[in-house]
């Protein structure tokens, strides 16, 4: 059995995380990361966070939330045998064209490295894997259909498999984040979970707005 | 619930070399290099004029390259896919031309170039009624999804599985390659002292994976078996590899692991072998602290296709199961001075082998690893 033993959330106005019920707003990404290092959300420094895109930016911030929740503790130096999945729906589309667009804008004389870099749709996971020294699988995924619910019945089979104790599944936009911590239920401690397999009944809506209110339901 | 062993009975390519996995094999045995002058878009900003490219493809406004390449391969074994099929691509930049022609001119067709679109466009090629997904993990991104496909047999979630892995040389990749310092001015030269740098590779294939049960049912070839597989990250740093090796070893560990088999049975290895000093040396690291000082022979393609990209892992794949049914360790296409590091290990001619078990190991930006274990299949129908 597979247990979701924590979920963060964000949107542009608030965050939260479901199992501790906690739920907040917040004055904007700008002053987001900031706030996150004060209220110890980021237990370190997340090393070049202003020069992350949008996408790893909101994966991070809702991977810090959801291990918050799953009151797992994190260091940079000491590795945990943690997977991260990522779904979204536009992958990097937006990264890949301000990556091109400012190559064409240039005379196409020279690409910027740090702009090429985020043109590959697994790179949020992988600042995220850096920063809370992940080191698991890594995998960005496009489901055809009911994306959030194929994610986390994905990421479900490989710790199912025994591939991986625990994984964070992320799906990421610009405007809004969710993640959830799964992990075996040997390996959660005293606090509360939630089944998996209620988790992907709530989390098959259309918007997230709806989510959010079914998973709050659960928890 | 007993497991199910995942088996591949159908597999093609196109490559720099041409069409067809015997084009890629006998280009690489023959130790020349498919690396040329870039001729689609120019380069003369650029770190270098060359990649291997695949001959006679030309960009068109009509169809991307990717799609030049797969609509062939996809056409001829689309009879012989079943509709229950699954479908996953692996890709990194899949349909880049339309977000190219898009940010150019002014279009707006840039959403075009979303990998679910041509994930879409394979599924219709290919004749499958089912869902399909697109695995992108940088240069994992088509042995992680084998890696998927297999996991997906043995947990008997689906029992016929089509892996489709493509990427082609573009302007984007070839620019963004640059601005890192990343490619060699001239020619890949993986595993030598004087390596400068990888050089950019198209190519297009399929793999389509059945459990064996099926593919006795079916009366199907068996080609090879996906044993046993590992993915893991470093968790290090974006562009550069852990410089221990750590990630990596622990991925062939884990691979060994879940196909139930030790080092010694290992007969040969293909390498990532990009070509990059830090890659190249990360590798051998990460192979010593898994075989010791018992060197087994290790060989990179890539010296000879470039690098594929997101196609590198299933082209691989498919070369390692060549080396398993002829017996035969590819040379290192372009080694002419072996590093220290690679001695004894890797070598520029072919040798032969006799263990009917291979391990094939990919690394990636992002600090993704991946390794497999592939069998020599017991029954050919």
Not at chain 1, 73 to 101: R, W
Not at chain 2, 165 to 177: H, L, N, Q
């Amino acid at each position: 059995m597979i247990a979701v033993t924590g979920i963060g959330w964000l949107t542009r106005k608030g965050y939260g995380c479901l199992i501790s019920k906690v739920n907040e707003t917040h004055e904007g990404f700008e002053t987001l990361y900031s706030y996150f290092k004060h209220k110890s959300y980021f237990s370190c420094p997340v090393k070049n966070f202003s020069r992350f895109d949008t996408i790893s930016k909101m994966t991070c911030f809702s991977a810090a939330l959801a291990l918050k929740d799953a009151s797992i503790s994190y260091s940079v130096k000491h590795k945990q045998d943690i997977g991260i999945f990522g779904a979204n729906e536009a992958g990097c589309l937006e990264s890949n064209m301000n990556y091109f667009q400012d190559y064409i804008e240039s005379g196409r004389i020279l690409a910027r490295g740090n702009l090429f870099i985020y043109t590959l749709p697994s790179i949020p996971m992988a600042e995220a894997s850096i920063h809370f020294g992940l080191s698991g699988p890594l995998l960005h995924l496009f489901f055809n259909e009911k994306r959030i619910p194929s994610l986390l019945s994905f990421a479900g089979k490989s710790i199912t498999e025994g591939e991986i104790p625990s994984i964070l599944a992320v799906s990421a936009e610009e405007n809004n984040a969710l993640c959830f911590v799964l992990q075996t239920e040997d390996a959660v401690s005293a606090g509360k979970s939630l089944s998996l397999e209620s988790v992907i009944v709530a989390a098959d809506k259309s918007n997230f707005s709806e989510i959010i209110t079914a998973l709050t339901g659960l928890a | 619930m007993t497991s199910l062993k995942a088996v591949s009975v159908a597999f093609d390519m196109v490559t720099p070399y041409g069409w067809g996995t015997d084009s890629c094999w006998e280009g690489l045995l023959s130790g020349t290099s498919a690396i040329r002058r870039i001729d689609r878009f120019s380069t003369c900003l650029m770190q270098t004029d060359n990649a291997a490219t695949v001959p006679y493809l030309k960009p068109s406004s009509d169809e991307s390259l990717v799609m030049q390449m797969l609509t062939p391969l996809l056409k001829k074994i689309a009879p012989e896919i079943p509709s229950d099929t699954f479908v996953i691509l692996a890709t990194t930049t899949g349909e880049i031309e339309f977000l190219q022609r898009s940010v150019i001119n002014m279009e707006h067709e840039a959403i075009k170039s979303r990998p679910d679109h041509l994930l879409n466009k394979i599924m219709l090629l290919a004749g499958t009624c089912d869902s399909g997904m697109v695995v992108s993990a940088a240069c994992v991104s088509s042995s992680a999804a084998v890696s998927r496909a297999a996991s997906m047999i043995r947990n008997k979630e689906r029992d016929s599985i089509l892996v489709v892995a493509c990427d082609s040389v573009s302007e984007f990749v070839t620019a963004g390659f640059s601005s890192l310092m990343a490619l060699d001015r001239h020619m890949a030269k993986p595993f030598d002292k004087n390596r400068r740098g990888l050089s950019l590779g198209e190519a297009a294939g399929f793999m389509l994976l059945m459990s064996e049960e099926r593919a006795v049912r079916e009366k199907r070839d068996m080609l090879g078996e996906i044993a046993g597989w590992g993915l893991t990250n470093d968790a290090n740093h974006i562009t550069g590899p852990s410089k221990d090796g750590s990630g990596l070893s622990n991925a062939v560990l884990n691979a060994m692991k879940s196909a139930g088999i030790s080092e010694n049975e290992i007969g040969c290895i293909s390498a990532h072998g990009t070509g990059t000093l830090y890659n190249d040396s990360m590798e051998m690291k990460a192979i010593k602290k898994v075989f010791g000082n018992n060197p087994v022979p290790v060989y990179s393609v890539k010296g000879g296709t470039g690098h594929t990209m997101g196609a590198a892992g299933l082209l691989e794949i498919i070369i390692g199961f060549e080396t398993l049914n002829k017996k035969t360790v590819p040379p290192t296409v372009n080694l002419s001075d072996t590093d220290r590091e690679a001695e004894g290990w890797v070598s520029s001619g072919q040798q032969s082998f006799e263990s009917p078990v291979t391990l094939s190991t990919n690394s990636g930006f992002g600090g993704v690893n991946s390794a497999l274990v592939l069998k020599k299949s017991e029954k050919i129908l």
